[in-house]
């Protein structure tokens, strides 16, 4: 069963802490559709990010495919984003506004998936790799500050970066499973 | 007779950062050929681009670093010693990450395939010389003293980036 299966069938049984998991899951997600694919900013993108929040609530029930929560909820932002825009009568012409938002939330998606599978890698991989391509730090600064000869930091960030790989391939062959047909239930205002 | 201004010298700092750049990109290239043969050549050219990608930013940092401390000691400026310092910290990064650069070469240099080996090897010749150049100018910078942790630093990349070079240049002989 996948986290986000998980995630689901927890939230409909009720459990305490499955919504503030549900949510930490997918604020960040949410909150980057809302301002970097419809730049809604302030207080218009935290209100849309509540309202996302508040109709993944109401409406998780209809969801039919656990397993394409995060698709789902990406419908649900959009939708929720276009009604507020709308409602503040931008003069911009709603289509111009949805130009790029696929290739936006496409970016975001794979962020998310590469996300996702590094918290499946083992501490030191994820450690290795963080500091390599997150914080730009040295081989030898690696290498002191983890206590590990800096002559192997490079081959272990190969071999991080191909554990990483097989399970971004194997989250890739889930998700083909989980296309066709319309895996993703009610979304509708 | 133009009117246009000159182009701003650039510097050391800014001719080692792109070097080791471009050796990076080298290395990065050689790595995806020997894909078929070698499982970790795509993180090793993943890495390989990283450094570019850093070292491309370091090099334009350089630049306007070197030239505001040109502004400053031409202008007898209070700023001079902070922008003396801008201009040591950037070489000291250029020379570590070529130093970084010189050692994916001769990882990739050991595993590659035969009829690239020499140009993994030729690019981790460029990054140790990237790296030996930049140490150098930290070692220049007016605010390094010789027992600056810093200096050490930059000539260890130095160092490290040379052994990497010469491992390269030996690998398949």
Redesign the interface.
Same mark, same amino acid.
């Given at each position: 069963m996948s986290r986000d299966e998980e995630l689901v069938e927890r939230c409909l049984a009720g459990e305490r802490d499955a919504w503030d998991d549900l949510v930490l899951a997918y604020s960040r997600y949410v909150y980057a559709i809302c301002s970097q694919g419809y730049r809604l900013q302030g207080a218009d993108a935290e209100d849309a990010f509540q309202d996302v929040f508040l109709r993944v609530y109401d409406r998780l029930g209809t969801l039919r495919d656990p397993a394409a929560l995060r698709p789902w909820i990406a419908q649900l932002t959009r939708r929720v984003c276009l009604d507020r825009l709308a409602a503040g009568k931008r003069e911009e012409p709603l289509e111009l506004e949805d130009t790029g938002i696929d290739s936006t939330i496409e970016e975001l998606d794979e962020a998310f998936a590469v996300r996702e599978a590094l918290t499946e890698l083992s501490a030191e991989c994820q450690e290795v790799l963080d500091r !390599? !391509?997150g914080r730009?730090e /040295?081989? %030898?600064?690696i290498g002191e500050e983890l206590g590990i000869p800096?002559?192997t930091i $490079? /081959?272990r960030? /190969?071999?991080?970066? $191909?554990r990483l %790989?097989e399970r971004l391939t194997a989250g890739d062959a889930t998700a083909g499973r989980n296309e066709g047909g319309s895996p993703s239930g009610e979304v509708g205002t | 007779m133009s009117n246009t201004p000159p182009d701003p010298i650039r510097g050391a700092g800014f001719a080692a950062g792109r070097t080791a750049a471009s050796a990076a990109r080298l290395v990065a290239d050689v790595a995806r050929l020997s894909g078929d043969s070698w499982t970790g050549a795509t993180g090793a050219a993943a890495q390989a681009n990283t450094l570019a990608d850093r070292l491309e930013t370091l090099a334009e940092a350089d630049a306007d670093a070197f030239a505001a401390a040109l502004a400053a000691l031409g202008e007898k400026s209070a700023e001079l010693e902070k922008r003396m310092e801008w201009a040591a910290a950037v070489p000291l990064e250029i020379a570590e990450a070529a130093a970084d650069v010189a050692h994916t070469a001769a990882l990739v240099a050991e595993r590659c395939d035969g009829l690239v080996r020499a140009d993994a090897a030729g690019a981790a010749a460029l990054a140790a010389g990237a790296a030996l150049a930049a140490a150098q100018l930290v070692r220049a910078n007016l605010t390094v003293a010789t027992d600056d942790p810093r200096l050490a630093r930059a000539l260890r990349a130095a160092d490290d980036a040379r052994y990497s070079a010469s491992r390269a240049l030996d690998s398949g002989v």
């Amino acid at each position: 069963m996948s986290r986000d299966e998980e995630l689901v069938e927890r939230c409909l049984a009720g459990e305490r802490d499955a919504w503030d998991d549900l949510v930490l899951a997918y604020s960040r997600y949410v909150y980057a559709i809302c301002s970097q694919g419809y730049r809604l900013q302030g207080a218009d993108a935290e209100d849309a990010f509540q309202d996302v929040f508040l109709r993944v609530y109401d409406r998780l029930g209809t969801l039919r495919d656990p397993a394409a929560l995060r698709p789902w909820i990406a419908q649900l932002t959009r939708r929720v984003c276009l009604d507020r825009l709308a409602a503040g009568k931008r003069e911009e012409p709603l289509e111009l506004e949805d130009t790029g938002i696929d290739s936006t939330i496409e970016e975001l998606d794979e962020a998310f998936a590469v996300r996702e599978a590094l918290t499946e890698l083992s501490a030191e991989c994820q450690e290795v790799l963080d500091r !390599f !391509f997150g914080r730009d730090e /040295s081989y %030898r600064t690696i290498g002191e500050e983890l206590g590990i000869p800096s002559g192997t930091i $490079a /081959s272990r960030i /190969s071999r991080c970066l $191909a554990r990483l %790989r097989e399970r971004l391939t194997a989250g890739d062959a889930t998700a083909g499973r989980n296309e066709g047909g319309s895996p993703s239930g009610e979304v509708g205002t | 007779m133009s009117n246009t201004p000159p182009d701003p010298i650039r510097g050391a700092g800014f001719a080692a950062g792109r070097t080791a750049a471009s050796a990076a990109r080298l290395v990065a290239d050689v790595a995806r050929l020997s894909g078929d043969s070698w499982t970790g050549a795509t993180g090793a050219a993943a890495q390989a681009n990283t450094l570019a990608d850093r070292l491309e930013t370091l090099a334009e940092a350089d630049a306007d670093a070197f030239a505001a401390a040109l502004a400053a000691l031409g202008e007898k400026s209070a700023e001079l010693e902070k922008r003396m310092e801008w201009a040591a910290a950037v070489p000291l990064e250029i020379a570590e990450a070529a130093a970084d650069v010189a050692h994916t070469a001769a990882l990739v240099a050991e595993r590659c395939d035969g009829l690239v080996r020499a140009d993994a090897a030729g690019a981790a010749a460029l990054a140790a010389g990237a790296a030996l150049a930049a140490a150098q100018l930290v070692r220049a910078n007016l605010t390094v003293a010789t027992d600056d942790p810093r200096l050490a630093r930059a000539l260890r990349a130095a160092d490290d980036a040379r052994y990497s070079a010469s491992r390269a240049l030996d690998s398949g002989v």
